[in-house]
């Protein structure tokens, strides 16, 4: 069965660009979650979708950030435009059932604005 | 809304020794699970370890077991024998029950695991 994976791993871009980083659940996870590491602070949620639906996104910094999950599968998330304090680690996890159920996750992406 | 805290930065242990990493957490929801995710060098975060919060008895993975203290909010990782394999970045995580918010972590600082051979 394959993992979460996310794409791409690594991001550079210039201050006011675009970014869509690209979250591929496992299949049969109704639940998909995206999380926020800045450098050196914890693992901040951004937001939660159950199949296409968006459940909870109370974590969203801003209305820069546009998440979608198209058909309930893959799940982006755009930055538009891009501002320094965007940078981080960004994680997706997914799971069959919500609370207390294993979520299991990506890589990360790695998103450096410059 | 609820929040956890992991005071220690970074922790050593020689292989085959026990180690623990210490957790707090404050909430004021009755129903909620606690975990431990490890986060090997640029690996993804796998589940270590869960707790529920309505059962008293710990939970134990093979060497990994926890010492959920409910009255005191702590919730430490104890690592025996520890093995080369288990350094890693450490967090301890918490997710309520109910409403909208039903299985989103709130996570700790984390804890870096070092293992000296």
């Known amino acids: 069965e394959a993992g979460v994976t996310q794409f791409p791993s690594h991001s550079v871009i210039e201050k006011g660009q675009t970014v869509t980083l690209r979250c591929d659940p496992i299949s049969g996870h109704d639940n998909l979650y995206w999380y926020r590491r800045v450098m050196g602070k914890e693992i901040k949620f951004l937001l939660h979708?159950?199949?296409?639906?968006?459940?909870?996104e109370s974590g969203m910094p801003n209305n820069r950030f546009l998440a979608e999950r198209t058909g309930g599968t893959y799940s982006t998330l755009k930055v538009q435009p891009a501002e320094l304090e965007d940078s981080g680690v960004y994680f997706c996890a997914s799971s069959r059932q919500g609370l207390g159920t294993e979520a299991f996750f990506g890589q990360g992406t790695r998103l450096t604005v410059v | 809304a609820q929040t956890v805290t992991q005071s220690q930065p970074e922790m050593s242990v020689q292989e085959a020794e026990t180690v623990t990493l210490s957790c707090t957490y404050d909430t004021s929801e009755s129903d909620y699970y606690l975990f431990w995710y490890k986060q090997p060098p640029s690996r993804q975060m796998i589940l270590v370890i869960r707790q529920e919060a309505y059962k008293q008895q710990n939970a134990t993975e093979n060497r990994f077991s926890v010492n959920f203290q409910k009255a005191a909010k702590s919730f430490s990782l104890k690592i025996s024998d520890s093995q080369l394999g288990d350094a890693a970045m450490y967090f301890c995580?918490?997710?309520?029950?109910?409403?909208?918010?039903?299985?989103?972590?709130?996570f700790g600082q984390g804890t870096i695991l070092t293992v000296h051979p």
């Open positions: 995580a918490g997710a309520i029950g109910g409403g909208t918010s039903y299985g989103k972590l709130t």
């Open positions: 979708f159950v199949k296409e639906s968006k459940q909870d």
